[in-house]
């Protein structure tokens, strides 16, 4: 089926700024709470929020076999698995209600009114029910760096980390929308030539930028997937804050890996942009070498050209941009994350969530952390303001943007923000 | 609230055997399939399975604060989320109906020809949705006995071990009920002194002999609990088989723990027996030394002796009991567990799952995994048909069983089985 939805010469009736993230192309899919406290599913056009709950109730949506409360709920999950077949019927569909030449709900004031609302008017809610999330460890500078400053510069890289995507369970409770208030958190860590831990708030509390992948239902208990059919069962992709106590982290991690230096809170935005919008943004993902085992190998272009930005804004003050990242320097692939994760028979739902792990490019200025940024504190980062980090101060926000550009069209997610407070 | 459900004298008018671990003190919490398809919240008296929803829509519960459909529902969540009061009043309630001297059902034939049913005419489900699943590494023995193995007889414990209950999240979509059938895992391992891994089925599937407690909503994001409180947020506990791939945890674990070598599946057993029902188990936990700090310290009997017993048993021979191993010896409590867990903000919320850790006992006979038990495969382990076994092979059964007991009475938590299935 044809996305008709990207045409990329398509205008629409509601007003997009030049520079918008959500233009007609974008369409994501997102949760939020109108001012007459209804949850509904809905997308977002310029800075217009779309009730897709009433736009179906009202008729919109009739040539689509659609379950009548599919966009009436609280989370994405069950739209997700009706697959992308139906993914794609209701973006094009959209895509023509909203097509200057069409004045089917354009000129129905009374629809209107009950559709479309300001976005300044609505409050983002979580957009899935996230039943497990999972994190990766995919970028290999990001894996060089953090090996270079915790054990050797010679052998940085772990033996395993070039045959598999390394990743680790996470905690899906504390996963929230972006503009959630974080409370830094507590916990125990261990003081420099001590042996005897101390508890209190962590003194190096830390973002990652990072993105993040949700999928459809995958498959059952013992069946695994192949490589060219991943790209099926991912629905869309969100930015994500995983953020970080490091000193927590650092004496609790051996041997079983991040918990509470990561449980604390993670940040998401609140649109998931669609596959099918990200698109015309594929490239070609870095080189592997050793080449992976066959169950890992794909020709094509499974990266996507996402630029990636992480500012800090000081309470009251400006931001300064302290990362410029993106997404097409993941050495694994959304699609090899996928593979592995099934390979052992280990079910994948919908709703289900994958992040990449710090998103960290070639060059200084497009670490995904303060932790590389600051070089471990060695290096404190400047702010517009004049003051420095090494880490993230209490009332700070950490601000993540990303998108998307090519000559015609540019597609966004948006921001991704939290605001640091001190320890309840 | 006196807890009048676990008078240890009371005799119920359904037939309970003498070794049964469901007399009418236990009371426990399960979801069952009924013969005509319906899904139902139910007890076990004995080998009776009782639908509550059936016996609630009846008003066998009128006088205590319920919602109407409680427990017409496919999860345990809703009914733990209204809390430890009302877990009591519905347990008292329950044992007076069934109490031998109450004719009130037992002489109203129609009634109990839709609450009662023979336990083999209903198919047990998973009892709660479980939103995050996190195991802990708490048996001093097992964390020595792994060290010892893996890293250095002279420090097996690493130090944060004596400091805090290390733990991890795992994986909630793959946790299954007993008795459903579990594939064999396949995987990247490396061969030894190669650098090249290779893909495969596991050839070391080992068990897990655990338990797990099931919690209610603990806390908001950003908050921490006293452990002085934690107990009340703890609604029961099951069995827990957390199979093991070890050749594959071996070549993935290193830096974030374990992730696949864990995740294919992960089996309890289907009835929560409650934290009251066990509450004449109490029993002290070992002495903690060196000191945990002060978050973490309590005094008195936080620990449950509650003896446990894995066994093989091939396809077609009887089975073999290969551990007896006890609660009892976890060096850290639940209640240390689910403290700790809370002291960075994490919210835990209803029906969320906390695993024990492999639960070894100071003997070889009593170690709760097949490593320990055939230590690394040098000790094949004698089975009673004659065979050995180092591992799991395919079509073995991993029986668990786990009970209290006094003079007066036993409570128990019937089994726990998983049998294993060629790779698919």
Known sequence: MKITANNPTRKSWLKVSKNSDFPIQNIPFGVFLTKENITTIGTRIGNYAIDLGALHQLGYFSEIPLTDDIFMQDSLNDFISDGRKT????????????????????????????????????????????????????????????????????????????????????????????????????????????????????????????????????????????????EDYIFGMVLFNDWSAR?????????????????????????????????????KSPRQEPNPLPYLQQSGKHAFDIKLQAAIKPEGEEETIVSNSNFKYMYWTMNQQLVHHTTNGCNVRSGDMMGSGTISGPTPDSYGSMLELSWRGTKPVKLNNGSERKFINDFDEVIMRAYCENDNIRIGFGTCKGKILPTK
Chains 1, 2 share one sequence.
């Open 87 to 230: 993914w794609r019927l209701v973006r094009n569909r959209i895509a023509a209600i909203f097509d200057s030449n069409n004045t089917e709900l354009q000129s129905n004031k009374k629809d209107l009114k009950i559709i479309v609302f300001n976005l300044d008017d609505v409050e983002m809610l979580l957009p899935v029910n996230i039943g497990d999330y999972t994190d990766f460890f995919a970028s290999k500078e990001h894996a060089t760096n953090t090996g270079t400053m915790f054990r050797d510069p010679e052998n940085a890289l772990l033996p395993n980390w070039l045959h598999l995507p390394v990743g680790y369970h996470g905690r899906a409770s504390s996963i929230v929308v972006s503009e959630t208030a974080i409370y830094r958190p507590k916990g125990q860590t261990i003081p420099k030539d001590s042996k005897i831990p101390v508890f209190g708030p962590t003194r190096l509390l830390d973002f990652e930028l990072e993105m993040a992948f949700i999928t459809t239902d995958v498959n059952h208990l013992g069946e695994s997937i192949s490589i060219d059919e991943a």
């Open 247 to 283: 000193d927590i982290q650092k004496w609790e991690y051996v041997p079983l890996g991040p918990f509470l230096g990561k449980s604390f809170a993670s940040t998401i935005s609140p649109w998931i942009v669609t596959m099918d919008a990200l698109e015309p943004f594929r490239t």
